[in-house]
């Protein structure tokens, strides 16, 4: 049996969830002992593709996560490996296709204690999988933190035991794996932290079931990828003249000039056609000597900063970097909100709501137009102070928040989560470390400002802004600044052209 990798597949599945794709697999005629025959086998092909020698220890726990390891076990040994399994609890107390998966391994069963990975090369992780939903102690602990402890391989079979298929949280004790090997669709904790850092490289296995299970199971989060909004992406005609392309207007702030300059020119180099700087007049001078590409006009206060927005032609507005936390921040808020044009609100326009987060609620429930939110993680702290995600996570507190401002949230990190106000979730993977740099999410908010301004809905237009930002640093690399995200993003552009154009092939 040769197992089939998927790698495009952009569904994310909760615990439940998948254990609801199992059912429906088994209804629609897959047997169940096929799918954990397939489980095994393909937690066998990955161990022998990365680790072609060496001892095995294969570790089983009580459920459906052991069976899998039992397969696993089976195959390796008639592939001639060199096998040690080892089981959580009695082999009496096994039941349904572990039970039977058991009784095909004719070797030994020893009990699990921390000296069983003793002389392994290489550590199966069968224990418990993405459904644990207690903290691991006891023995499982023991052995998990001595694995953790030893120089040997590790495979996770679905998730480290350990780590919340949902949360990403640790539960107790975990041992970091070098593959994960998960099957149908990924879960959300393999792409959160602190799980993703503990699954190490994620290998997603065809067990067999059947895509149409996905329709009754209607998941409404995703891994962020093209394949998610590049039908939404913008195409111009070749006749388009600027305001065609969106005219987006950045508040500069009077102090704090490099976090507008930043913005606007993130927005031009991704597209939009013209972009303006609306200045307090003392700062007038530096921003039209910053980039000639974009323009700077005056805006002494909220009443003209109302009259620069109100242009028709102007179809996004982006309010926060560099403004400071201030009446008059929230004013120019209130007067964006104002119409029914696009808005992004980031930093210094979120902080000054801090202490009256209901008051931009308030606001954003009688905006006509898209609006977008990006705090980092303290800026959502102090913002959605009283959301209650009921212990489930970073994905459920970004979900909430959304709900809760209607507006489309992006909590950004190195593992972004956005979220729309109808429940939709995507969470990010392409960001590297580099992008942990000042002034990174000032470019970010006018990247999105900027497909926003092209007619990109809010939570298309967050999609791809964090994918293209994530893209456009991974271009550049190490010894990135803020400075440099923009002048890659044509690159980035042009690599998305191209998966565009393949997928269309």
């Known amino acids: 049996m040769t197992t089939n990798w998927i790698t495009r597949a952009t569904e994310l599945l909760a615990v439940a969830q998948m254990y609801e794709a199992d059912r429906l697999a088994v209804e629609r005629g897959v047997a169940s002992l096929d799918l954990m025959e397939r489980a095994g086998a393909a937690v066998a092909d990955a161990l022998c593709a990365r680790w072609p020698e060496g001892?095995?220890?294969?570790?089983?726990?009580?459920?459906?996560?052991?069976?899998?390891?039992?397969?696993?076990?089976?195959?390796?040994?008639?592939?001639?490996?060199?096998?040690?399994?080892?089981?959580?609890?009695?082999?009496?107390?096994?039941?349904?296709?572990?039970a039977v998966n058991a009784d095909r391994w004719d070797g030994a069963v020893e009990q699990l204690s921390p000296d069983c990975v003793d002389g392994a090369d290489v550590v199966v992780d069968a224990l418990f999988g993405a459904g644990l939903g207690r903290p691991?102690?006891?023995?499982?602990?023991?052995?998990?933190?001595?694995?953790?402890?030893?120089?040997?391989?590790?495979?996770?079979?679905?998730?480290?035991?350990?780590?919340?298929?949902?949360?990403?949280?640790?539960?107790?004790?975990?041992?970091?794996?070098?593959?994960?090997?998960?099957?149908?669709?990924?879960?959300p904790g393999q792409l959160i932290?602190?799980?993703?850092?503990?699954?190490?490289?994620?290998?997603?296995?065809?067990?067999?079931?059947?895509?149409?299970?996905l329709g009754d199971i209607a998941s409404a989060q995703w891994l962020n990828a093209p394949?998610?909004?590049?039908?939404?992406?913008?195409?111009?005609?070749?006749d388009a003249h600027k305001y065609e392309r969106g005219h987006a207007v950045v508040a500069g702030g009077g102090e704090l000039t490099g976090a507008a300059r930043l913005a606007s020119y993130a927005a031009l180099r991704c597209g939009a056609g013209l972009v303006t700087i609306a200045s307090p007049p003392d700062a007038l001078t530096v921003y039209r000597h910053g980039r000639p590409s974009v323009m700077a006009r005056p805006a002494p206060d909220a009443q003209a900063f109302g009259a620069l927005?109100?242009?028709?032609?102007?179809?996004?507005?982006?309010?926060?970097?560099?403004?400071?936390?201030?009446?008059?921040?929230r004013e120019r808020?209130?007067?964006?909100?104002?119409?029914?044009?696009?808005?992004?609100?980031?930093?210094?326009?979120?902080?000054?709501?801090?202490?009256?987060?209901?008051?931009?609620?308030?606001?954003?429930?009688?905006?006509?137009?898209?609006?977008?939110?990006?705090?980092?993680?303290?800026?959502?702290?102090?913002?959605?102070?009283?959301?209650?995600?009921?212990?489930?996570?970073?994905?459920?507190?970004?979900?909430?928040?959304?709900?809760?401002?209607?507006?489309?949230?992006?909590?950004?990190?190195?593992?972004?989560?956005?979220?729309?106000?109808?429940g939709r979730a995507v969470i990010n993977d392409n960001a590297p470390p580099e992008l942990a740099t000042a002034g990174s999410g000032d470019v970010l908010a006018g990247i999105i400002l900027g497909l926003l301004a092209q007619g990109m809905t809010g939570f298309d237009a967050a999609c791809a802004g964090v994918w293209l930002h994530g893209a456009a640093a991974t271009e550049f690399g190490p010894g990135l600044i803020a400075d440099d995200i923009a002048d890659c993003l044509p690159a980035a552009l042009r690599g998305l052209a191209a998966m565009r154009m393949r997928s269309e092939t």
């Open 136 to 187: 691991v102690e006891g023995v499982a602990a023991a052995v998990l933190k001595t694995i953790g402890e030893r120089d040997c391989g590790v495979l996770a079979v679905d998730m480290p035991s350990g780590v919340h298929g949902d949360t990403g949280e640790v539960m107790g004790m975990a041992a970091r794996a070098d593959i994960s090997v998960t099957f149908f669709r990924r879960k």
């Open 193 to 213: 932290y602190p799980g993703r850092g503990m699954c190490g490289e994620v290998l997603l296995a065809d067990i067999g079931t059947p895509n149409s299970v």
């Open 55 to 98: 001892r095995v220890a294969v570790l089983c726990g009580p459920g459906n996560n052991g069976g899998d390891g039992f397969v696993a076990a089976r195959l390796l040994a008639a592939r001639g490996r060199e096998v040690t399994l080892v089981l959580l609890g009695e082999r009496s107390g096994l039941r349904g296709d572990a």
């Open 309 to 329: 927005v109100a242009d028709p032609r102007v179809r996004a507005v982006l309010v926060g970097p560099g403004n400071g936390v201030s009446e008059d921040t």
């Open 333 to 422: 808020v209130r007067t964006a909100l104002g119409g029914p044009r696009a808005c992004v609100l980031d930093a210094d326009a979120l902080t000054s709501f801090e202490d009256t987060p209901d008051a931009l609620f308030s606001i954003l429930g009688s905006h006509g137009g898209d609006a977008v939110l990006t705090p980092h993680g303290g800026e959502f702290a102090r913002l959605f102070a009283g959301i209650d995600d009921g212990g489930q996570g970073r994905l459920a507190r970004t979900r909430a928040a959304a709900e809760t401002a209607g507006a489309v949230v992006v909590l950004k990190g190195a593992d972004t989560v956005i979220a729309a106000p109808d």
């Open 227 to 238: 394949d998610l909004w590049s039908a939404a992406f913008p195409d111009h005609a070749p």
